[in-house]
């Protein structure tokens, strides 16, 4: 045989044995796990895509890389099909930073590339990529190519790897939560043990269930990575401290349920007049939570202010104790004290590198937007398209109903503004505060609409926010403080409790313009309650000399300061009303300060109506929320893995086998034939009297065994003689057959307990 036919041979058998391989690939008991671990990861991309957008591509590029995947399989190699799935993720990666815009393009370095993955495996969201949705669909494909790919030619470890180490990426983001890691990992651990394990799961199943119990403990310990948005297994439930939960370094903001308040001073202002001091803005809403996207550079001395016109204040900051947070009045343009440790966000809030301790100060020189409501109502809808596309962002689930409501509530008005004005009176009119809710399931803002009477200040901000943002208006979540007890005509003392979320409404030519949807009484009660409770218990950090002598009346007593100049007091009635400072201020917006009056005038019975009209059928909507709060959907997981370690324990202990026992022993279900009825009751008579007395010995024959056990008892002697006809006569009728089995229930009660068949 020449060495050309020898070749051909050996390329024609290899041919056929990967053909072989692939179909065996697709269809063999291992594919289970793995589709079961690829449709796990796959969810996470499809989550992502469900906050940015871009579902209906993503299902489409994926359609596509399984059907190349497919096709590939059967004819490429694997060392080309791992080439190709390389070179998938270059274009993947190329087409992701060519989406980027320029001006953040130039900036990536080795260095910062380094950096930014190293956050992504410690907590640092898809989420907050200013182009997610890019992002997925370019790379999404390549790990489902490559897994399917692999399945297809029975590669069933290696596509394992590649869909649990996509898994295992998303998990460190803190994307994948508990669930979609536990079906991940059990589906990897089947995979395996069907591939591993001699004699198939049947043979092996409590094996195999160990391991996929054992991977389900470890994703739910996994899934809490430092820094990452994922929650522990065992979270407190409880009250959170709203300042812990609003004043926060993290770029991820969840909405949660019922929160505290802490009297505690935390800083003292010195300024010409109050503001909300901001400590950050969010502009993409998940439908539970806020992220901030994007990311920071070290302060440079060269802030640029708001544009159109602009007045300037300067701030004087005393911590009173530990911040993580540099609070300041929008917008920031220059800071001094603590430059060195100042970082700057992308939408020009302020954040520390380190934090600042008790009796450090900073100054922060700020420019206020000082557009009068005449010339925000004449600003137009030109907005710049980087604006348009960022803050009108919603999940795809955001449901219909949220934009109809808000449609039908601003039909008449004619400008953003008075849209703006119009779902700001809305939600302070018809909601009750409450610092006391249950969180929803579901979008937070359809809930508040349509399912809650109350809540408190981040229901009302995201509330008011996803309303505009269904017209079209670009809008942002913003938190850090209100303005604080006024002690001095120039100071403030701000606390704890002053934590605050509110709006801001972005107008060309103006900038970004606060709203205020809170009910600002009802806010300011509550934090004066809590305050008069610490202070009559005595607890210590709730004021300052200058508080303190504040509330023993040695001096004069400002209220919780309200500025009454925001664009949220527009209306024309309240403009010549005299400030804080006791001067008369005709220009009724700065885009810093909310204010407590609702900004417009709007019939309650007319917003009554348009509320009735988009109502859920039979929901009665309570402040507290439902009084079932559900059963957490950790809890399911937490019950799964209990009952499979307890089989799992039975197995390994014998105790399965001795249920079997005892149930067998006791019990004799179904009617064969009368002659196997005979010989499944003497079994059962056999094994009972082993227990009670011995085991029939080798070689001993039935009668002479029950002889011995039980000579003087009528009823085996009956049972020994029935045997003995049906298994050598083979002439037994149904009726002896039933009163054999009758005897050897009887007998088998008195002579076994449940105790003696489980211990032994």
């Known amino acids: 045989m020449s060495v050309r036919t020898t070749f051909l041979n050996v390329v024609r058998a290899r041919s056929v044995e990967a053909d072989t391989n692939a179909v065996a690939g697709v269809f063999r008991p291992p594919a289970i ?112 190519f490559l897994t399917w790919y692999l399945l297809v030619r029975g590669r069933d470890v290696l596509a394992t790897a590649a869909a649990g180490s996509t898994l295992l990426f998303f998990v460190l983001t803190g994307d994948a939560g508990f669930l979609v890691t536990a079906v991940g990992v059990a589906g990897a651990a089947i995979a395996v043990s069907f591939r591993t394990a001699a004699g198939g799961l049947r043979a092996h199943w409590d094996t195999t269930a160990t391991i996929v119990l054992a991977a389900l403990v470890l994703s739910a310990t996994v899934t809490v990575v430092p820094g990452g948005a994922t929650q522990p297994l065992f979270a407190d439930r409880d009250a959170v401290d709203s ?44 439908g539970d939570g806020w992220v901030r996207t994007g990311e920071s550079s070290a302060y440079d001395e060269s802030l640029s202010g708001p544009p159109g016109e602009t007045r300037e204040l300067t701030q004087r900051i005393r911590a009173e104790s530990t911040m993580t947070a540099l609070p300041a009045a929008w917008r920031p343009e220059r800071v001094s004290g603590v430059e060195d440790r100042t970082q700057v966000t992308e939408t020009g809030d302020l954040q520390l590198g380190e934090p600042i301790g008790a009796g450090d100060e900073y100054v922060v020189v700020s420019q206020r937007p000082d557009a ?46 008075e849209v703006a004005q119009t779902v700001e009176t809305y939600l302070r009119t018809e909601r009750e505060y409450s610092l006391s809710v249950t969180r929803p399931e579901g979008d937070i803002a359809d809930a508040f609409l349509f399912e809650m009477d109350a809540g408190y200040c981040t229901y009302y901000a995201t509330t008011m926010v996803t309303m505009l943002r269904t017209q079209g208006i670009p809008a942002r979540f913003v938190t850090g403080y209100s303005q604080g007890q006024q002690v001095e005509d120039d100071t403030w003392v701000v606390r704890g409790q002053n934590a605050h979320a509110w709006v801001e409404v972005y107008f060309p030519g103006h900038g970004w313009i606060a709203f205020e949807p809170t009910p600002r009484d009802a806010y300011d009660d509550a934090r004066d309650s809590r305050l008069s409770e610490a202070r009559q218990s005595g607890s210590e ?168 056990v039980r000579p003087d008892d009528d009823r085996v002697d009956h049972i020994r003689i029935a045997y003995e006809r049906a298994r050598y006569d083979a002439q037994i009728d149904r009726q002896a057959a039933d009163a054999v089995v009758d005897n050897v229930d009887e007998l088998v009660r008195e002579l076994v307990s449940i105790r003696s068949l489980i211990g032994r």
């Not at 137009?380 to 604006?387: I, N, S």
């Open 541 to 708: 950090g709730v004021d300052t000399e200058e508080s303190a002598a504040a509330a023993a009346g040695t001096q004069p007593e400002f209220e919780d300061s309200t500025d009454e100049e925001t664009a949220g007091s527009g209306s024309d009635d309240r403009a010549n009303e005299t400030d804080t400072n006791g001067s008369t201020d005709t220009n009724t917006t700065n885009g810093s300060v909310p204010s407590t009056a609702p900004s417009g005038q709007l019939d309650r019975g007319s917003v009554e109506t348009v509320g009735d009209q988009f109502a859920t059928p039979g929901t009665t909507g309570s402040g507290e929320g439902s009084d079932d709060d559900g059963i957490p959907t950790e809890t399911y997981g937490l019950l799964g893995m209990g009952l499979l370690g307890a089989v799992i324990g039975a197995r390994r202990l014998g105790y399965t086998e001795r249920g079997y026992r005892l149930l067998w022993v006791r019990y004799q279900w179904g009617d064969r034939s009368p002659a196997d009825d005979i010989e499944r009751a003497v079994d059962r008579l056999e094994t009972a009297l082993a227990l009670r007395y011995r085991p029939r010995r080798t070689g001993e024959t039935m009668r002479t065994y029950l002889q011995s």
């Open 33 to 144: 796990g793995i589709v079961v671990l690829l449709v796990a990861t796959l969810s996470v991309f499809y989550s992502v895509t469900g906050v940015v957008g871009g579902t209906v591509r993503l299902t489409i590029v994926l359609v596509v890389a399984i059907f190349a995947a497919t096709i590939t399989g059967r004819t490429v190699s694997l060392r080309a099909g791992l080439v190709l799935s390389g070179a998938l993720l270059c274009l993947g990666f190329a087409s992701y930073l060519l989406a980027i815009p320029a001006s953040q393009r130039s900036l990536f370095t080795v260095n910062r590339v380094f950096t930014d993955t190293a956050s992504l495996l410690t907590g640092f969201s898809v989420l907050r990529l200013t182009a997610a949705r890019i992002w997925i669909i370019s790379i999404a494909p390549v790990p489902t």
């Open 372 to 417: 009068d409501s005449d010339e925000l109502q004449a600003a137009g809808t030109a907005y710049p398209a980087e604006v348009r596309s960022r803050y009108t962002q919603l999940p795809e689930t955001t449901p219909d109903r949220v934009g109809a409501f808000t449609a039908d509530l601003t039909e008449d008005d004619e400008t953003p503004y």
């Open 243 to 286: 300042e812990a939960n609003l004043v926060t370094s993290e770029e991820e903001l969840a909405v949660v349920g019922s929160i505290e308040l802490s009297p505690e001073v935390r800083f003292t202002v010195e300024s010409e007049e109050a503001a909300y001091w901001r400590t950050a803005s969010y502009d993409r809403y998940t």
